[in-house]
């Protein structure tokens, strides 16, 4: 289908993905409507490394000046033991202009999100709740609470849990680790590392990773539940902002669309957190629907991007097992072998370019398109 700016779109969620949405098809000169049930864009951090590719794709909307300006740049991923540092990933190695990770609370990202949609006459319909989803013929009958309307495109960006993907039939795939990971916000008195510093600590049973948001306040995430007991000793916390644990799932659909309805994002993949790549590649999603929206393609969109989740959720699940396993094998793994691998600058290179989010297909449109929503 060709959407025009005549074209009734709707984008259910304004999370990280629908508000991409909502942006590119903005600065495209469609008008979508976004909306969402909450009140607002979510108080807690969430997913907070923001990759090269992203930046790249949020650059012409002028989302990636803000968030630069708002971010912590991390250089160095450190992976040690209590004891000893193992190896160190070092961003400078990325042949990229954004040669680095950019730690940003999801909330915040959000946030510059709504904010320009506002700034540009279109802000989300907050408290706006998706009830119920009905094909009809090729447009789409939605309950917005007591209001019934017509669609032509429904984008389904409501998350993990997603009311369109269910509305539709398509099933959502995969499973469910038994076992809760834990993290925590905090402010900390003292860390003995600079604070462009990722760093994972592995200890026996176990790995902490702590991802500094600016100076002396960061995310400790735990593959133990009881993160505050699992931080490294070397770790002074003065406050706890925010603490969470969440279970890890693998979940794909296998079609990312019916007629002109379209998955993106969590209702369509969902993985572990492990490389910082869900929301990413969600946003990623968006970013391309939006373009072949645009382009009359919007049936090539399950083609090109089913394939590049599927890799990601294969990606994150061999790290996750052997980050989280017990076993004697994987700690040999851990602290031994993958010291001597990965401290040479081709395999460095090779899976920097991952986390970077740079080895699914570039963004054909990017430098063609007017920059504002
Ligand atoms: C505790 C926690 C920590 C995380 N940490 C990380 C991390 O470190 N790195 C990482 O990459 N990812 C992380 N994630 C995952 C990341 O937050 C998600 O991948 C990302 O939020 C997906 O964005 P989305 O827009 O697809 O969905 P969501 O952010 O879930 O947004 C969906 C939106 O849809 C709205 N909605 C749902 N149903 C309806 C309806 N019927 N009508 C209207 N609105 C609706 C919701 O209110 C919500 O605002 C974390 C998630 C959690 C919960």
Known sequence: MQVTQQTRIL?????????SAAVELRRRGMTPRIIDRDPGPAPESRALAVNPRTLEILEPSGATDRMLARGNRIHHMIVRTPERELFRFNTKNLHHRFNFLLALAQSETEQILAELLGEAGHPVEWQHELTDLQADGEAFRCAIGPQEEIFDVVVGADGAHSLVRKSLGIEFTGESLPEAWGLADVELESWPFPWDCGVATLSDDYVCAFFPLREGFGRF?????DIMDSLPPDA????IVWQSEFHISYRQVETYQQGNAFLAGDAAHIHSPVGGRGMNLGIEDAAWLAYLLCEGRAGEYTHLRHGPGAQVLKMTSAPTHLLASRSVWARFLRTVVLPLVFGRPLVQRFLLSRMAGLDTPAPPWLGHFPSKP
């Not at 259910?12 to 508000?19: K, N």
């Open 236 to 239: 002074r916390v003065s406050k």
């Open 221 to 225: 995430v735990s593959s133990r539940a």
């Open 11 to 19: 984008i259910v969620g304004a999370g990280p993905v629908g508000l």
